[in-house]
């Protein structure tokens, strides 16, 4: 099981308001009690911070806002000694535009004018003598062209914020300094690395304009199919892991708009490439065709579909990671559970599904307390970048400031990053000083401190089920069958190898629930609960409202 930390946000040793690497060592003693292999820690390098820290300006160095490296020395010392592995974030399709790499590409002269895409405009038909267009229609993910002119009249390339100029793969200098980059962090003790929008790296030759006219065009399709991604990883994995023969890593891809087909390519051993990636399907079967910011009543059978898909896409070859939590997601209590009346069914009922599924999975810290949304209510509340951005064009287009507003306190970034609550005291024990985002009024009674000799608490139950993950050898190889695929309020699937057979039940509903008749389901009434999430364990019968039940038949 690995564990993300968002260290802005998970504990502040000094006072200052912003989480930090002391913070993390100091609670390293939690991630242990809950049963955490390896730990994910968010970008704490050197970084003006326009994007938290996904702007990177100096890949060696620490963030002083974070500690220093003999801090981070220390935190790897501390986790070795606990059994746990640090991963670190990988952030190489882009770096800040304050980087001593972008700076000295800004001259053309400069040889590092090759390691960022620098690109003459389009002349503009419509504008004034020597007014350019960008120099094709692709579109940033944060909206907008994803081209920024320079002082200088040129063009760069920015997939993201415009102050997080894509990289140059294709340049060799550019892969043999990345490259370097990591095993000088493998050096440290370093375990290895979730790798950020990986599959971003390898653009398509001559940057053609994508479909969907003339001054934008959504270009991701086809730069995410760019085959010059398998070459990249491989050379990756020879001249930075294989260079290691006596360790072992973990390496996380972050791939946006990944096909199944190209998810089993990167992560099928033979290949040596990755070991899992990150996929945002099943996140993202709640948007509307405005995007994210467009929320939809969640339909239950396109979740689970969308999870069921991938379970068989990569059961032969490739590894799933299982995730509905992260730094870039509201929280899935939230967004879909009951937050009111059934809050500890609900987070105990999303966990329990989702590590029963085949996979490595992944915990967001605050998710094992059962962390809800922040009630944001203004703009002026939020810290990140693309909420920011989202309101602007939304506003800009005439939309009802309180329509915008409303979606964003839905589905807006911030939600997963306020801070940790350990306590009911002041900060919720996050920090002494002023947090950086508002804590919930909620960490009265939610939180860690509460929770923690709670043996029915949410807290409580992940440890169990993180524990069963370890013991249970059908939740690691066992088969997996979708039940049921249209039923509304009941998720029910069958893990099953050459020695046990596991039927899993949930019910995502306020209401009492039956269960089907049918062969799957004999049997069921006799069989043995390995772990339920009501306090009584679950008795025999109707499913009650957020039940979670694991029966061996």
């Given at each position: 099981m690995?564990?993300q930390v968002?260290?802005?946000s998970?504990a502040?040793?000094d006072?200052?308001?912003?989480?930090?690497?002391?913070?993390?060592?100091s609670?390293l003693?939690?991630?242990?009690?809950l049963g955490?292999?390896?730990v994910?820690?968010?970008?704490v390098y050197?970084s003006?911070?326009?994007?938290?820290?996904y702007d990177i300006?100096d890949?060696?160095?620490?963030d002083?806002v974070f500690?220093?490296l003999?801090?981070?020395?220390?935190l790897?010392?501390?986790?070795?000694?606990?059994?746990?592995?640090?991963?670190?974030?990988?952030?190489v399709?882009h770096?800040?535009?304050?980087?001593?790499w972008?700076?000295?590409?800004?001259?053309?002269?400069?040889p590092?004018r090759?390691?960022y895409?620098?690109r003459p405009?389009?002349?503009?038909?419509?504008?004034g003598p020597g007014a350019t267009?960008?120099?094709?229609n692709?579109?940033?993910v944060?909206?907008?062209?994803?081209w920024e002119?320079?002082?200088g009249?040129?063009y760069y390339?920015?997939?993201?914020?415009a102050k997080q100029?894509?990289?140059n793969?294709?340049?060799p200098?550019?892969r043999?300094?990345?490259y370097?980059m990591?095993?000088?962090?493998l050096?440290?003790?370093?375990?290895?690395?979730?790798?950020?929008?990986?599959?971003l790296i390898?653009?398509?030759?001559g940057?053609?304009d994508?479909?969907?006219?003339?001054?934008?065009g959504n270009?991701?399709?086809m730069?995410?199919?760019?085959?010059?991604?398998h070459?990249?990883?491989?050379?990756?994995?020879?001249e930075?892991?294989d260079?290691?023969?006596?360790r072992?890593?973990?390496t996380v891809g972050?791939?946006?708009?990944v096909?199944?087909?190209?998810?089993v390519?990167?992560t099928d051993?033979?290949r040596?490439?990755l070991?899992?990636?990150?996929?945002f399907?099943?996140?993202?079967?709640?948007h509307?065709q405005?995007?994210?910011y467009?929320?939809q009543?969640l339909d239950?059978?396109?979740?689970k579909?969308?999870?069921a898909r991938?379970?068989?896409?990569?059961a032969?070859?490739?590894?799933?990671?299982?995730?509905f939590?992260?730094?870039?997601?509201?929280?899935?209590?939230?967004?879909?559970?009951?937050?009111?009346?059934?809050w500890?069914e609900?987070?105990?009922l999303?966990?329990?599904?989702?590590?029963?599924h085949?996979?490595?999975?992944?915990v967001y810290?605050g998710?094992?307390i059962?962390?809800?949304?922040?009630?944001?209510a203004?703009?002026?509340?939020?810290?990140?970048i693309?909420a920011a951005?989202?309101?602007e064009?939304?506003?800009?287009?005439?939309?009802?400031?309180e329509?915008?507003l409303?979606?964003?306190a839905?589905?807006?970034?911030?939600?997963?990053r306020t801070?940790?609550?350990w306590d009911g005291?002041?900060h919720?024990?996050?920090?002494?000083?002023?947090p950086?985002?508002?804590v919930?009024?909620n960490?009265l009674?939610?939180?860690?401190?509460?929770?923690?000799?709670?043996?029915?608490?949410?807290l409580?139950f992940?440890?169990?089920?993180?524990a069963l993950r370890?013991?249970?050898?059908v939740?690691t190889?066992?088969t997996?069958t979708?039940l049921e695929?249209?039923h509304?309020?009941l998720?029910a699937?069958l893990r099953?190898?050459?020695?046990?057979?596991?039927?899993?039940l949930?019910?995502?509903?306020?209401?009492?629930?039956?269960?089907p008749d049918?062969?799957?389901?004999?049997?069921?009434?006799?069989?043995?609960l390995?772990?339920?999430?009501?306090?009584?364990?679950g008795?025999p019968?109707?499913?009650r409202?957020w039940e979670?039940?694991?029966?061996?038949l």
């Amino acid at each position: 099981m690995v564990y993300q930390v968002y260290p802005r946000s998970f504990a502040d040793s000094d006072g200052d308001g912003i989480g930090d690497i002391p913070g993390i060592t100091s609670r390293l003693d939690h991630l242990a009690a809950l049963g955490v292999d390896a730990v994910w820690l968010s970008p704490v390098y050197v970084s003006p911070h326009v994007d938290n820290g996904y702007d990177i300006a100096d890949y060696q160095a620490i963030d002083p806002v974070f500690g220093t490296l003999e801090d981070l020395d220390a935190l790897i010392a501390a986790m070795h000694e606990r059994g746990m592995r640090l991963v670190m974030d990988l952030v190489v399709n882009h770096t800040s535009d304050e980087h001593p790499w972008f700076v000295a590409s800004r001259d053309p002269a400069n040889p590092k004018r090759s390691w960022y895409f620098w690109r003459p405009g389009r002349p503009d038909p419509d504008g004034g003598p020597g007014a350019t267009l960008p120099p094709n229609n692709w579109s940033s993910v944060f909206l907008g062209s994803a081209w920024e002119q320079d002082a200088g009249g040129s063009y760069y390339l920015h997939s993201f914020a415009a102050k997080q100029p894509d990289l140059n793969w294709g340049e060799p200098a550019v892969r043999e300094a990345i490259y370097s980059m990591m095993r000088w962090w493998l050096d440290r003790g370093v375990d290895g690395f979730r790798m950020d929008v990986i599959n971003l790296i390898s653009k398509p030759e001559g940057l053609p304009d994508a479909p969907g006219g003339p001054t934008a065009g959504n270009q991701l399709e086809m730069v995410v199919g760019d085959p010059g991604l398998h070459t990249y990883l491989a050379e990756m994995r020879r001249e930075v892991f294989d260079r290691y023969p006596d360790r072992t890593f973990l390496t996380v891809g972050e791939m946006l708009a990944v096909t199944p087909e190209q998810a089993v390519l990167v992560t099928d051993p033979e290949r040596r490439e990755l070991d899992m990636v990150f996929q945002f399907e099943h996140v993202d079967v709640d948007h509307g065709q405005l995007g994210k910011y467009d929320p939809q009543p969640l339909d239950l059978r396109d979740l689970k579909a969308s999870l069921a898909r991938w379970q068989v896409a990569l059961a032969e070859r490739g590894w799933n990671s299982l995730y509905f939590n992260n730094h870039d997601q509201p929280r899935a209590i939230s967004r879909w559970g009951d937050t009111s009346q059934y809050w500890r069914e609900s987070a105990t009922l999303l966990a329990g599904v989702l590590h029963m599924h085949r996979g490595t999975p992944f915990v967001y810290q605050g998710e094992e307390i059962g962390m809800t949304n922040y009630p944001f209510a203004r703009i002026e509340e939020y810290r990140d970048i693309e909420a920011a951005r989202a309101y602007e064009v939304a506003t800009a287009l005439g939309l009802p400031s309180e329509l915008i507003l409303g979606t964003m306190a839905k589905m807006s970034r911030d939600n997963a990053r306020t801070p940790m609550q350990w306590d009911g005291e002041a900060h919720a024990g996050f920090t002494t000083g002023q947090p950086w985002l508002p804590v919930h009024l909620n960490h009265l009674w939610l939180n860690v401190a509460d929770q923690v000799e709670d043996a029915d608490s949410v807290l409580s139950f992940y440890k169990r089920l993180i524990a069963l993950r370890k013991s249970e050898d059908v939740l690691t190889t066992g088969t997996f069958t979708l039940l049921e695929p249209d039923h509304k309020q009941l998720w029910a699937f069958l893990r099953a190898d050459e020695r046990d057979r596991l039927l899993v039940l949930a019910n995502f509903s306020d209401d009492e629930l039956g269960i089907p008749d049918g062969d799957a389901f004999t049997g069921l009434d006799g069989g043995r609960l390995l772990l339920g999430n009501y306090p009584d364990g679950g008795a025999p019968g109707p499913l009650r409202p957020w039940e979670f039940r694991a029966v061996y038949l």
